[in-house]
């Protein structure tokens, strides 16, 4: 499966955005699928993950209550809608989707990822 990570920019604390991956190549909904992202100078982590039928969700605690994962297996593309961001949300957002199993948290349980799409938060 080939996956496209769109919808980043530059906005406001405080603002929303919106993160799309469309995938494609396989049935979608046999991919559980998740977010990442990699801030400046850091290490890439969780951010969201969410099963094949999307039942499932896991947030990391820095994005509890303020970002929603979701995805449209009829339309082959996960989402990731961000609100209330802060500056400590800017980094480079990645999709990703794994093959076998339900979603997980860690990135090598991983098999395809998107090029990553850039989100910056000014204060």
């Known amino acids: 499966v080939q996956l496209q990570a769109s919808g980043g920019g530059l906005v406001q604390a405080g603002d929303s955005l919106r993160l799309s991956c469309a995938a494609s190549?396989?049935?979608?909904?046999?991919?559980?699928t998740g977010w990442f992202r990699q801030a400046p100078g850091k290490e890439r982590e969780i951010v969201a993950a969410?099963?094949?039928?999307?039942?499932?969700?896991y947030y990391a605690d820095s994005v509890k209550g303020r970002f929603t994962i979701s995805r449209d297996n009829a339309k082959n593309t996960l989402y990731l809608l961000m609100n209330s961001l802060k500056p400590e949300d800017t980094a480079l957002y990645y999709c990703?989707?794994?093959?076998?199993?339900?979603?997980?948290?860690?990135?090598?349980?991983?098999?395809?990822w998107g090029q990553g799409t850039l989100v910056t938060v000014s204060s």
């Open positions: 990703a989707a794994r093959k076998n199993g339900g979603y997980s948290t860690r990135e090598y349980d991983y098999d395809y």
């Open positions: 969410i099963s094949g039928t999307g039942d499932g969700t």
């Open positions: 190549g396989r049935t979608f909904s046999w991919y559980a």
